[in-house]
């Protein structure tokens, strides 16, 4: 019966341990994510609308040169005001005090200045006379000129303290509206710490963000149409004034100002905009472009990945068949197999499958 033990023991070990496997909860699906982006059909004349919002020609944000408690706001948010009209006061108190201090010293370094020169005045007479040694002249000499450089620099202090005491008010540069006062009365601010925002220009500005795949179209001076939620059923002229070079906040996106190209009172800074952009190709061929990796192949040819959004950052990805066409500097031409506005998945497509649910990190994008 002995040598039966270990048998009987291995099998009761085993019998255990598929008890206790059978009693572990499955592991969770890995749901990967991918990066994915959204592609247009360009063609002769396709016409794509952007939101943006507007802004005012031109903003400055008004500070003080020195820092200070804030005596007074002579503006409310709205107002308009003219060129010189005053914006806030600091408490001066501090600056008069240094100013007067600053008088006082030219005044005290004026009268030395005269006390040494009358000095080297008498003292050279008796150099000349043979009645003072030559080390008499030059000791009296450097003590007219130091104390005539001691005046010129209380001169300039004297300068610095009443240049400070001016920067305790603060106006307004231009003509404008006063779009923002982030200080309260009594607050103590800092050099530079903005005290109001002053938008001025005849014209407003729109910005808004292109998508990688055409903002490589877009060019300084192009014409667009603006519209204003705000101003139903009017459509404003506008071009192109600044696109830019580096993508928005590390996104796929660029940022495109336009400028209107007539004044317009209804039209203020924040408002939501739509600007239309006309892109086209010099063929006239509508086509769609993606990057080489986002197209892979197997047996059955060559396919892409769209995914389609859902909630939660998720989304659900489905297989496209797709025919290429020739490869450029703006990515793969894509002649069929892709609509235009699919998000196609651009990085972790060798990882992924038909129907499978993914993570999006971008999805506050759509």
């Not at 009693?23 to 969770?28: G, L, M």
């Not at 080297?120 to 008499?136: G, H, P, T, V």
């Not at 407003?204 to 939620?229: H, K, N, W, Y």
């Not at 989304?315 to 290429?324: M, Q």
């Amino acid at each position: 019966m002995r040598r039966f033990a270990p048998l009987l023991t291995a099998a009761l070990l085993a019998a255990s341990g598929l008890t206790g496997c059978q009693n572990e909860p499955p592991e969770e699906p890995v749901i990967r994510p991918v990066r994915w982006q959204q592609v247009f059909a360009t063609g002769a004349e396709r016409e794509r609308a952007f939101s943006g919002t507007a802004r005012a020609g031109l903003e400055s944000r008004l500070s003080f040169k020195v820092g200070g408690t804030v005596r007074s706001l002579s503006v409310n948010v709205g107002d308009r005001v003219t060129a010189g009209t005053r914006i806030a006061q600091l408490d001066p108190t501090d600056y008069e005090l240094r100013l007067q201090d600053a008088r006082a010293s030219v005044t005290r370094y004026e009268a030395e200045e005269r006390q040494a020169a009358a000095a080297y005045d008498r003292i050279r007479q008796l150099y000349e006379n043979k009645n003072a040694s030559r080390a008499d002249l030059d000791a009296a000499r450097a003590a007219s000129e130091a104390a005539a450089a001691a005046v010129t620099s209380a001169e300039q202090k004297l300068e610095l303290a009443q240049a400070n005491l001016d920067y305790t008010r603060l106006t307004a540069p231009v003509d404008g509206a006063i779009s923002s006062v982030p200080v309260e009365v009594n607050e103590n601010v800092q050099p530079g710490q903005v005290i109001a925002v002053l938008t001025s220009g005849s014209r407003a500005e729109v910005t808004c963000t292109i998508p990688e795949m055409l903002i490589g179209q877009v060019r300084a001076g192009d014409a667009v149409s603006v519209t204003f939620d705000a101003a139903p059923g009017r459509q404003f002229a506008a071009r192109v004034t600044e696109v830019g070079v580096s993508a928005a906040q590390g996104g796929a996106t660029f940022p495109v100002t336009a400028r209107l190209e007539e004044e317009s009172n209804t039209v203020l800074p924040g408002m939501a905009a739509e600007v239309v952009f006309r892109f086209g190709a010099r063929d006239g061929r509508p086509r769609i472009r993606v990057p080489a990796s986002a197209v892979l192949e197997d047996r059955e040819g060559r396919f892409a990945f769209v995914v389609e959004p859902a909630e939660n950052g998720l989304g659900t990805v489905h297989r496209r068949e797709v025919t290429v066409g020739e490869l450029g500097s703006d990515g793969l031409e894509i002649l069929s197999g892709l609509a235009d506005g699919d998000r196609v998945v651009t990085a972790g497509v060798t990882k992924i499958q038909d129907g499978m649910t993914v993570r999006l990190p971008d999805a506050s994008r759509s």
